[in-house]
């Protein structure tokens, strides 16, 4: 686990495994935010990895399953639909 309020450790790791997360189905985007679970939010930071839509683990191949932490940081999935620049 990160020690709390550790931004720049998060980002470090952020920026390391940017590359292979955008790879992922359905991946638009990173960013570093607070966990949230059942709708609320934690005070856990966490690498926090958008999805246009969530789908179960079962219907995705291996290759495309977002591990729940990395490097000891959680990792907060969140649905944000389609990204389209204006």
């Given amino acids: 686990?990160?020690?709390?309020?550790?931004?720049?450790?998060?980002?470090?790791?952020?920026?390391?495994?940017?590359?292979?997360?955008?790879?992922?189905?359905n991946v638009v985007g990173l960013g570093i935010g607070y966990k949230e679970v059942g709708g609320r939010r934690t005070d856990r930071l966490s690498l926090v990895v958008m999805v246009r839509r969530k789908e179960p683990r079962s219907q995705l191949d291996p290759q495309d399953i977002i591990p729940a932490e990395i490097e000891g940081v959680a990792v907060d999935v969140k649905e944000v639909g389609e990204i389209v620049a204006l």
């Fill in 1 to 25: 686990m990160v020690a709390e309020g550790s931004v720049e450790r998060i980002k470090a790791i952020k920026d390391r495994y940017q590359d292979e997360l955008l790879r992922k189905k």
